[in-house]
């Protein structure tokens, strides 16, 4: 199946710094890819949505000067905190959308990004 | 229509069948997927459905009544490993983006 990898696992930062997360498919090619945030025992918040070569297209509510994102190549995302809060600390888990078969629209997702920020 | 909804808890015993239910936003309803979370892990692709009907993926099948708005999942020959958060996300036309609910935490018994 196809595979998405995220990249640090986990991070541990000081409230005011950045702290950039990296989403790549390794098997294929991801048009679109997807920022969620999901707090413990809570649903997945879709925070963007993010389309190769173009701008991200944020959720109401969501900072887009806050969590940049950029989407550079085709397997490829990436998701900055900017000035990070503890508030801000959170399970950021990526996805890419890929058309598989059968399978319609199906998104794969990152094994996420634990963000503690201090 | 009714915003996306399932159980939040379901306790079921190892080798059992256990479904779980899944109603649904009729506005701008395109297909519904399932995944399965566990703690601390990401979310993974179970199965897809936008046609009425039932699709079977090993011990699992998953069921879509868009006339009822109404979905399902369902496992069989239930392992311990099984226990975990099931989701039904639903995908709108001409979007490719998922719309989750708070999901199911399925908790499989010896």
């Known amino acids: 199946g196809a595979v998405v990898s995220q990249h640090p696992s986990r991070v541990i930062c000081k409230s005011g710094t950045s702290v950039k997360i990296e989403c790549r498919s390794l098997d294929f090619q991801a048009t679109t890819m997807f920022w969620y945030r999901q707090f413990p025992k809570k649903s997945l918040m879709l925070m963007a949505t993010s389309n190769e070569g173009s701008k991200a297209t944020y959720e109401q509510g969501v900072e887009k000067d806050k969590f940049l994102i950029n989407h550079a190549s085709l397997t490829l995302s990436t998701l900055t905190v900017t000035s990070a809060h503890p508030e801000d600390s959170s399970f950021y888990i990526c996805s890419a959308r890929s058309r598989v078969g059968l399978a319609g629209e199906t998104q794969y997702f990152g094994p996420g990004t634990r963000l503690l920020v201090l | 229509g009714q915003s996306l909804e399932q159980p939040s808890e379901v306790t079921a015993v190892e080798g059992a069948i256990v479904q779980i239910n899944c109603t649904y936003q009729?506005?701008?309803?395109?297909?519904l997927s399932w995944y399965q979370q566990h703690d601390g892990g990401a979310p993974t692709f179970l199965s897809y459905?936008?046609?009425?009907g039932l699709e079977e993926t090993g011990r699992f099948s998953s069921f879509l009544s868009r006339s009822d708005s109404y979905g399902y999942l369902l496992l069989q020959e239930l392992q311990m490993k099984d226990s975990a958060s099931y989701f039904c996300p639903q995908s709108g036309a001409g979007s490719y983006q998922l719309t989750f609910g708070k999901g199911t935490k399925l908790s499989v018994i010896p």
């Open positions: 009729t506005s701008g309803f395109y297909g």
């Open positions: 459905n936008a046609l009425d």
